[in-house]
């Protein structure tokens, strides 16, 4: 059975998509950018202060599913820069510490011209 996965403290969709998706035991989220659900604005101007609020909006998307970031199975990062992989990885690794499976690209242009934008896919809670 699949189920709609929405939270106000994460930024609504704005399309026709969910924030997630449910599918038996496993949630599958859209991409999560540095947007300031309340405000609806860009956070911050550099890779750090992006991923953290990327970071932010996802956990409130696992949480409101019913899950964490320890039980992400695999994560896609998008990276408007390729040069800026290390600093975001010291933010990455802060909240994935259980090593999820990865992939991450640079790509040419991300919404609102964002510098990040990361989805994830994980186990629910038992």
């Known amino acids: 059975m699949m189920k709609v996965v929405h939270t106000d403290k994460a930024p609504a969709a704005i399309g026709p998509y ?3 998706m449910i599918l038996n035991d496993v949630v599958f989220t859209s991409g999560q950018i540095p947007v300031d659900p309340a ?3 860009v956070v911050g101007d550099t890779i750090e202060i992006q991923a953290e609020q990327v970071m932010k909006n ?3 998307v696992l949480e409101k599913a019913g899950t964490g970031f320890e039980n992400a199975v695999k994560t896609t990062c998008f990276l408007a820069d390729m040069g800026d992989f290390a ?3 010291e933010v990455y690794g802060k909240y994935f510490v259980n090593k999820p499976a990865r992939s ?3 790509v040419k242009t991300l919404p609102k011209n964002v510098l990040c934008e990361v989805e994830v896919i994980a186990a629910l809670e038992k």
């Open 87 to 89: 600093a975001f990885n």
């Open 39 to 41: 405000s609806g604005a």
């Open 18 to 20: 969910s924030q997630a």
């Open 58 to 60: 996802l956990g409130a």
């Open 104 to 106: 991450c690209v640079a």
